[in-house]
C-alpha cells in the first residue's frame, strides 16, 4: 500500500473520530451533569437546536435572492403547521439546472463582452455556491430561431443528396459555440449537455427545405447516423453530450425559422431500429429523450413508449411549458415510472401578462411544480439575450434570457428568471432527493411549495412561493423541528437547515477532507 495515501486515510480517521467524540461529549455530557447535579437543583441543559438561513426575491424587486437573519429553531411539538415535511420520503434524485446556450447566446458573450467580463459571469452563473451552480445545457444540433443564420451541419446544393454524411461538418459552431462551451465546462466540467435538431437537412425532408417538411422513411437512418456524428464532433472538441431529443417540437412546423414535424410512429421507429441500437453500446453512453415538446398533447410520447421496441432505449421524456398541464409529467411518471422527466425549455418575455415580471410564475408553476410532477432538471431557454430580444431569425420577437447582455456597452442585466432558478439551482445540490412535503397549491391558499434533502451534509432545503398581495405567516415542521416565518406579499424564499447537526458536522467533515465537489446523478 502506497504510505502516503495509507496517512491520509489514517488522517481522515482520526478527523471524523474526532468530531464524533466531540458530538458525543456535546450530547451526551450534559446529560450525565444533570443527573449528577440534580439534588444541586442544576438548571436545565437548553437543547442545541439548528437555525434556519433565508434568501429572499419580491416582486418588486427590493429583495433579489437577498440574505435575511437566520430563524430561530424550536422542537417540534404537538401543534400543526402549514408546511409538513417528511425527509425519510423520498421521490426523484435532482440532475440540475441551467439554461440553453444557443448560437445567439454563444455570440453575445463571445462577441458583445471582453474576456474579463465574460469570465466573471460564466463563473456566477457556473461555479459552486455562493454561485449559481448551473449544471446543464441545452445545445440545438443546427441553427434555430435564436440564430444568426439558417444552417444544418449537413448542408449540401439544391438536388443533391449525402447519404454517407461526407459533407459533414460543425463549422458553424467553432467560431462562438464550441469555445464558450469549453469555457463553461473549465469552470463546470461535470456540465450535462441535452443537444435537440431543429430538423434534418433539407435533402432529407420531404419539402426540400429547412423550413418545415418531414424526415423522408429512406432516411431515417442516415439521420441517426447524422445525430451520432454530431456527438463525435462534439466529443473530439472535449463536450460530451448527456442527453439527445430526436427533434425539437415535432409537432409544430414554423414557417418564420427551422423546424420538422415528426409523428409518434416515425419517432418509434428511428429509435428502435437506427438510434437506439447505434447509442447502446457507446461509453460513455448518451441517453436518448422523447419528445421534446409541450405538456400537451400527452398522447404523443405516450405512444412511443407503448412501443417496447422503442422504450427500451428510451431514458425519459423531456417537456417544453409552451401549452397543457405540468401534471401531464406526472401522468406519464405513473404510467412509465422508469422514465425520467426533464424540462428542456421555457422561456419568458416582454409580453402583456409579464408586466408585473415573471418571478412568480417561473418559480410556481414551472420549477416547484414542475418538479413536484416528477422533473429531474429544469432548462431555461436562451441563457442571454440582447436588449433587443435577439439576435434572433424569426421565431419570438419578445424572448427574454436568464440574463441581458448589453449590445453596446456588455452590461448585464439578471432578469427574473435568473434570480427564480438561483432560489434553486444555489441551494439544491446535484443528486439532492426531493422529499415529501404537503402540497400547499391545491386548496387556493396562494402558497406553493416543494422539499429537498441534499445527500452531501443531509441539509433540507425548501422553497417557497407567496402568489398573494398581502404578507403570509408559514410554519414549517421536518419531523423533528419546527420554525415560523412571515413571508412577505408576493414573494419567493429559500429555506436551508441541518434537521440533524451532528450528524451534519460529521459530513461535511467528511466531504471537507476530501475535497469532494457534488456531483450529478443521472442513474
Known amino acids: ?292 415538446h409541450n405538456w400537451t398533447p400527452v398522447e404523443e410520447p405516450l405512444a412511443v413508449l407503448a412501443d417496447p421496441d422503442a422504450a427500451r432505449y428510451i431514458d425519459g421524456v423531456a417537456w417544453h411549458c409552451y401549452g397543457g398541464s405540468q401534471h401531464e409529467q406526472g401522468r406519464v411518471h405513473r404510467a412509465h415510472p422508469d422514465k425520467d422527466a426533464y424540462i428542456t425549455e421555457c422561456t419568458g418575455g416582454d409580453w402583456p401578462l409579464s408586466v408585473n415580471g415573471e418571478l412568480l410564475w417561473f418559480s410556481r408553476n414551472l420549477l416547484v411544480t414542475g418538479i413536484r410532477q416528477w422533473a429531474r432538471g429544469v432548462v431555461y431557454w436562451n441563457l442571454a439575450l440582447d436588449e433587443n430580444h435577439g439576435p434572433h431569425f424569426g421565431g419570438c420577437s419578445r424572448c427574454r434570457g436568464v440574463v441581458t447582455i448589453d449590445s453596446e456597452t456588455g452590461e448585464v442585466t439578471r432578469n427574473d428568471e435568473y434570480y427564480a432558478l438561483a432560489h434553486f439551482s444555489r441551494f439544491v445540490e446535484p443528486g439532492a432527493f426531493r422529499v415529501n412535503s404537503n402540497d400547499t397549491d391545491v386548496d387556493d391558499r396562494g402558497i406553493a411549495n416543494v422539499a429537498f434533502q441534499n445527500e452531501s451534509d443531509g441539509s433540507l432545503v425548501l422553497v417557497v412561493v407567496n402568489l398573494n398581495k398581502d404578507e403570509r405567516r408559514l410554519s414549517v415542521t421536518d419531523g423533528r423541528n419546527r420554525f415560523e416565518y412571515a413571508m412577505p406579499a408576493e414573494s419567493v424564499a429559500t429555506f436551508v437547515w441541518d434537521p440533524d447537526l451532528p450528524a451534519g458536522w460529521i459530513r461535511r467533515a467528511q466531504r471537507w477532507l476530501s475535497g469532494a465537489r457534488p456531483q450529478a446523478r443521472v442513474d
Open 1 to 292: 500500500m502506497d504510505e502516503r495515501k495509507a496517512s491520509s486515510h489514517y488522517v481522515v480517521s482520526l478527523f471524523v473520530g474526532l468530531i464524533a467524540l466531540l458530538t458525543a461529549i456535546v450530547l451526551f455530557v450534559p446529560r450525565y451533569e444533570k443527573a449528577v447535579l440534580r439534588a444541586h437543583a442544576a438548571p436545565p441543559v437548553r437543547q442545541i437546536m439548528p437555525s434556519v438561513a433565508v434568501w429572499l426575491s419580491t416582486t418588486d424587486h427590493r429583495s433579489k435572492l437577498a440574505p435575511q437573519p437566520d430563524i430561530p429553531v424550536s422542537p417540534r411539538g404537538s401543534a400543526t403547521a402549514d408546511i409538513v415535511i417528511d425527509p425519510t420520503t423520498r421521490y426523484q434524485s435532482i440532475t440540475g439546472f441551467g439554461a440553453a446556450m444557443t448560437d445567439s447566446s454563444a455570440w453575445l458573450l463571445h462577441t458583445k463582452m471582453s474576456a474579463p467580463e465574460r469570465q466573471a459571469l460564466l463563473r456566477e452563473l457556473y461555479g459552486p455556491p455562493p454561485n449559481l451552480n448551473f449544471n446543464m445545457m441545452r445545445l440545438t444540433i443546427g441553427s434555430s430561431d435564436f440564430s444568426l443564420n439558417v444552417y444544418t451541419l449537413d448542408d449540401i446544393p439544391f438536388g443533391q443528396i449525402d447519404p454517407q454524411l461526407k459533407h459533414f461538418n460543425i463549422a458553424a459552431n467553432l467560431q462562438d459555440v464550441v469555445p464558450m462551451m469549453r469555457e463553461v465546462l473549465a469552470i463546470n466540467p461535470g456540465m450535462l449537455t441535452i443537444a435537440s435538431p431543429w430538423g434534418a437537412p433539407a435533402w432529407m425532408r420531404t419539402t426540400q427545405n429547412l423550413l418545415g417538411g418531414e424526415l423522408l422513411e429512406q432516411y431515417e437512418g442516415v439521420y441517426a447516423d447524422y445525430l451520432v456524428k454530431y456527438l463525435d464532433a462534439y466529443r473530439s472538441h472535449g463536450i460530451p453530450i448527456f442527453a439527445l431529443t430526436l427533434q425539437n417540437e415535432p409537432a409544430y412546423a414554423p414557417i418564420s425559422y427551422p423546424g420538422m414535424t415528426m409523428g409518434a410512429e416515425t419517432r418509434a421507429r428511428v429509435v428502435s431500429k437506427y438510434l437506439g441500437p447505434k447509442l447502446a453500446d457507446r461509453k460513455p453512453r448518451t441517453a436518448i429523450l422523447e419528445w421534446d
